[in-house]
């Protein structure tokens, strides 16, 4: 239908520049807060003020792809909101209807706009914004003076559960593979020591398997006392994890990558209670996108009930049901971290609970319910008429 296209387009771009002002407003806001916090390590930083700035500007700039997970979800429900008091306000809405636009079409183009970034955060939660968490933690260990190498790790403890040994890097280079002041305890099924090395360089050889150079080996009786100390050259382990998959151990779960999450679950030896946090971020990695489609219902659902007479009534209960779902959804996830709710639950309650309470009501409000019972009954009749016509020319064939 060629107006359909017409007032698709049409209300695809009314939606958009709002869109942008509210991502803007809140990106600038989120901006604000934060350097209110960092504000006194910038000052600190021993420079001229204009490389100060430059500092400051080149540091939220590549925050861009966390900060947008933080500011999407209110920058859609208030553009939602905004377009529609925008078209109430000249009756716009009233004449489409009029016109024999169903209410599913009306809404079709902010579906399709959140369905596009909800695809785009999804891609954002998988790569970009753990990135950008990680350069963040960089470029303020730089601003205080402190060295922040990319890919090296001090004071770095690893706990092989599995084999039972416990290794600490006094410095672990996960660029070179390569480690200085390693110390590696064996110990046995009962938690009693059995042996140490002391080694003061390390390498990840491509064979697979960590080399100690320049070890003491010390070695307990079944007392635990020291029953023999051996001084080599050179001492082949059974530790074959990778110096990449050593650092995650150090990694906030956020700060993970999915493809880095996903070799962590999968290989890490940790405990139950500290997978868990791990395990919960996965997942709300995979399903916090959803909470883009769920706000707009709920956009959509007080903008079309808003006249001109309660806005800002309307504007109101909306920032209250932002601030309700962000803390219920947070709530949830935190039972999820602690292990007290299974992951995918803790990533899914939120989401799921409202999105079914906000559609349920929207379809009621505009009779989908009764709709879906006229297309569903319309399918039967046609899907009964081609069932029968089946087995009518099966018959005759008979």
């Not at 968490?133 to 205080?144: D, F, G, H, S």
Request: include cysteine; aromatic fraction near 14%.
């Amino acid at each position: 239908m060629p107006y359909l296209k017409i007032y698709f387009r049409y209300l695809f771009a009314r939606l958009f520049v709002p869109f942008a002002v509210c991502i803007c407003a809140c990106t600038l806001i989120y901006i604000m807060v934060d350097i209110y916090g960092n504000l006194e390590d910038f000052l600190e930083h021993k420079g001229s003020l204009l490389s100060t700035l430059w500092i400051i500007l080149r540091f939220y700039s590549l925050q861009i792809p966390s900060i947008l997970v933080e500011v999407l979800p209110a920058s859609i429900l208030f553009s939602t909101l905004w377009t529609l008091l925008a078209l109430n306000r000249r009756s716009e809405l009233v004449a489409f209807q009029a016109g024999g636009l169903a209410p599913f079409w009306l809404f079709s183009p902010f579906l399709v706009f959140g369905l596009v970034w909800m695809a785009l955060l999804a891609f954002d939660l998988n790569w970009p914004a753990p990135l950008s968490l990680v350069t963040r933690e960089r470029l303020l260990e730089q601003v205080k003076g402190q060295s922040a190498k990319s890919g090296v790790y001090a004071n770095l403890p690893y706990n092989d559960r599995t084999n039972r040994r416990i290794w600490f890097f006094q410095s672990l280079d996960t660029n070179q593979n390569s480690a200085h002041g390693v110390l590696v305890l064996y110990r046995d099924a009962q938690g009693n020591d059995i042996q140490q090395y002391f080694a003061q360089q390390a390498s990840y050889t491509p064979g697979g398997f960590w080399r100690l150079n320049g070890v003491e080996q010390i070695v307990y009786s079944p007392e635990g006392s020291v029953e023999q100390t051996k001084n080599y050259e050179q001492v082949d382990t059974d530790l074959t994890t990778p110096p990449k998959q050593i650092a995650l151990v150090v990694s906030l779960p956020e700060q993970l990558t999915m493809a880095q999450l996903s070799q962590y679950i999968a290989t890490s030896t940790s405990t139950p209670e500290n997978l868990a946090k791990f395990r919960t971020e996965w997942w709300n990695r995979l399903l916090s996108p959803l909470s883009l489609i769920v706000l707009m219902v709920y956009g959509l659902l007080q903008g079309a009930r808003i006249d001109r007479r309660d806005a800002a009534a309307g504007v109101f209960k909306t920032i209250l049901l932002l601030l309700f779902y962000l803390v219920v959804s947070n709530l949830i996830l935190q039972m999820g971290i602690h292990d007290k709710l299974a992951p995918f639950v803790a990533a899914l309650a939120a989401p799921l609970a409202f999105g079914i309470v906000g559609l349920t009501v929207l379809a009621g409000k505009y009779g989908w319910w009764w709709q879906a019972m006229a297309y569903a009954r319309q399918w039967y009749k046609a899907t009964a008429g081609v069932a029968e016509k089946a087995a009518e020319s099966g018959a005759l064939n008979g």
